[in-house]
């Protein structure tokens, strides 16, 4: 259950986990507890930035929905920790070794280590610089990049989302704003009218819909407007329109939905030596079924795997990462039980 600690060689040698979890959001909590449930020594490492955190409420989520994204976190935490899981701040930077030899993570855990309610992290008193690990977990996530018009990021996870699934409904029969980042904002605009019968496309950049797409999108209401979005206005915490170049005034809005550039860890990702993949949402490690990677011996789940998972899929990631991962422990264990002493 525990790592096997340090004696009396040094330097001191590394603490050795049977797994460390590179980042303790939904995807990797829920790995470590599977794996702390199943006896193994875990610890997680976590920058302490998931996804969500600027919004009010994680939704779409049965038994929990509507909590706040840290308090969701809190409790993962305590769950993990209550099988014996290991959890500390930090921002893992390099992953060296293989599954034959075991790997090295080395860890800058210069963040301040703090839990998210606050209080000291307790399951570690002093981060180490490096852990060793017979496998890993790479649960890190992706970052959203909002485009730069000024007031935007301000809003971003209140009135400003991306996800009509994750918070249409905080916003249902609101004057809503489509701002236009990527094709992929004809479809987004059709999919928030479901939310709104009050929707307003800003092209901003995007070239103009062809004439179909324009009729289509007029037939229930929704209004194109071409222009440069200059900036987003609010007051009183709250969002209340744009200013279009061409435009005189402001457009009164209460909501705008855009597509972000998402992106991975890639320094990370390439020191490990994974493979990505890309999609039209943004770069992304491949796994198979098992959540298995590339690199044997490194699994990973959640967003860094699938940029579009809501919670719900990331944790169900983690668990299948978990499961599969102690398997492979399990198959590990037997195969040097029999080679003789
Ligand atoms: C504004 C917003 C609102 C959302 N609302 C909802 C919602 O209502 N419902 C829903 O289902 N989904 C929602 N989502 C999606 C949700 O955030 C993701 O599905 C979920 O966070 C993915 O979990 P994850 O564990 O893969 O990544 P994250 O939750 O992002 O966790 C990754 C963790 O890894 C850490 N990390 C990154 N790099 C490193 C490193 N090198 N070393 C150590 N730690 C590292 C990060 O700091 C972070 O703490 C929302 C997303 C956004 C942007």
């Known amino acids: 259950m525990s790592p096997s600690m340090t004696t009396t060689s040094t330097p001191a040698a590394p603490e050795t986990y049977d797994v460390v979890v590179i980042g303790g959001g939904a995807a990797g909590l829920s790995a470590a507890l599977t794996l702390g449930r199943a006896l193994r020594s875990v610890l997680v490492i976590d920058a302490g930035h998931p996804r969500n955190a600027p919004a009010a409420g ?67 008193a ?18 959203d990049t909002l485009p730069p018009i000024p007031g935007l990021l ?41 939310w709104s019968d009050d929707v307003t496309v800003l092209l901003d950049s995007q070239p103009a819909p062809s004439a179909e797409d324009r009729a289509a999108l007029e037939s229930r209401g929704i209004r194109i407007v071409e222009g440069t979005v200059g900036r987003v206005l609010s007051a009183d915490d709250r969002l209340t329109g744009v200013e279009v170049a061409g435009i ?65 899929a990331s944790m169900a990631d983690g668990v299948m990462a978990g499961a599969a991962l102690n398997m492979d422990l399990v198959e590990e264990d037997f195969a040097h039980a029999l080679i003789p002493a």
Not at 86 to 102: A, F, K
Not at 159 to 169: A, F, L, S, T
């Open 154 to 194: 301000e809003r971003w996870g209140k009135d400003v989302i991306h996800c009509p699934y994750c918070h249409g409904y905080e916003v249902r029969g609101q004057q809503i704003g489509v701002l236009a980042t990527s094709p992929m904002w004809l479809h987004q605009a059709k999919l928030i009218r479901q």
């Open 126 to 143: 002093e981060a180490p610089a490096t852990v060793r690990a017979r496998r890993i977990v790479l649960a890190s996530g992706a970052v």
């Open 58 to 124: 994680a939704h779409n989520l049965l038994g929990n929905e509507g909590i706040t994204p840290l308090e969701l976190i809190a409790r993962g935490q305590d769950e993990a920790r209550s099988y014996g899981a290991h959890i500390t701040t930090g921002t893992v930077t390099d992953v060296t070794g293989t599954v034959e030899d075991g790997f090295t993570v080395s860890l800058d855990a210069e963040a301040p280590r703090t839990s998210r309610r606050g209080a000291p992290t307790p399951a570690l």
């Open 248 to 312: 005189d005034g402001p457009l009164p809005l209460e909501a705008i939905l855009v597509g972000t550039q998402m992106s991975i860890d890639s320094a990370l990702v390439t020191s490990l030596g994974l493979h990505t993949e890309e999609n039209p949402m943004g770069e992304f490690v491949p796994v198979d079924m098992r959540k298995a990677t590339n690199v044997p011996g490194v699994f990973a789940a959640g967003n860094v795997t699938s940029v579009g998972s809501m919670v719900a």
